[in-house]
Structures are given as structure tokens and as C-alpha cells.
């Protein structure tokens, strides 16, 4: 006979909106108090749906989403004052198709490689990424700067433990 914690567990919707524009509230802040001379100030646009949710762990998808928005942060800060563009930014963006929800982190930083752009995430933001399901991609921006695509299905179900 199954007991409940046989059964499966249905994730909570989040709505990514809201819980992007408290993360970079949070990070801004965070950035502005530890500020150095290196540290610019950049412009951060959130282009994502009122209506898109996601159905995933709500602690990871925000471990996950404040580790990408710090990096792209990072990254804008890195181009060089000669260098165009003038105005630092992070862009977010999200769509949504049948099975999933993908939001896209852009920022205006350097010209990099894709397999640079991927490579700053540490093996603890992989695993959260395995444990949502998510996948992110990487991609150079013909502009300059890099584009984080993480892809998230829009159902999943989790066990709980024993």
C-alpha cells in the first residue's frame, strides 16, 4: 500500500516576474554596499510576461536566477570605458513555449566565446539546474556581451524523500 511519501509532490507556481525584480532589488543593493571603482552603475530591464510561471522549486529557481543576474552584472562591469556601449545593462526576456519557459539573461558586457560565456557557473548552480530540470545555454552576442538562456519544462513532479 503506497504511502504519502510515495506519492508524488506538484511543485508550486512561481511567477518569474516578481521573483526577478525582488532578486535584483537584492542584488543591486548587495552591489551598490560593496561598491569599488571598478563597479558601474548598470541598468537593468526586465521584459518578462505578467502571465508566464514556472512550476519548480522556489529556493533553487532563486539560487539559480541571483547566480545569473550577478555574473551578467559582473560581466557588463568588465567592458572597458573606451569601449562601446556607453550604457551598461543586463536584459531579461523570457518566452514560453508548449513544454517550457525560457529566460534570457543579456548583458552588454565584452565579446566572449560561448563556451566562455558558460563556463563561470560552479558545479552547486549544475546541480541546482539538474534538480529543476533546467538546461542553460550560452551564446556570444554579435554586439558584445554574452546571452544566458536557461530552459525550465513547465510541469514537473517531485518525489518526496523516504
Do not use: F, K
Not at 525582488?22 to 563597479?39: F, P
Amino acid at each position: 500500500m503506497p504511502t504519502e511519501s510515495d506519492e508524488p509532490h506538484i511543485l508550486p507556481m512561481v511567477p518569474p516576474r516578481g521573483l526577478l525584480e525582488s532578486i535584483v532589488a537584492e542584488v543591486q543593493t548587495q552591489r551598490h554596499d560593496s561598491a569599488t571603482a571598478a563597479t558601474r552603475p548598470c541598468t537593468v530591464i526586465i521584459d518578462v510576461a505578467d502571465r508566464h510561471v514556472l512550476q519548480v522549486d522556489p529556493a533553487a529557481i532563486r539560487t539559480i536566477l541571483t547566480v545569473l543576474l550577478a555574473n551578467a552584472l559582473d560581466n557588463a562591469d568588465r567592458t572597458p570605458p573606451s569601449e562601446m556601449p556607453v550604457a551598461h545593462e543586463v536584459v531579461i526576456t523570457s518566452i514560453e513555449y508548449g513544454a517550457a519557459i525560457e529566460i534570457e539573461i543579456a548583458d552588454s558586457g565584452p565579446h566572449c566565446t560561448p563556451a566562455a560565456a558558460g563556463s563561470t557557473l560552479e558545479p552547486a548552480i549544475r546541480q541546482l539546474l539538474d534538480q529543476v530540470g533546467g538546461q542553460l545555454t550560452a551564446a556570444a552576442c554579435p554586439e558584445g556581451g554574452r546571452a544566458l538562456t536557461l530552459r525550465l519544462p513547465h510541469r514537473r513532479l517531485r518525489r518526496l524523500a523516504a
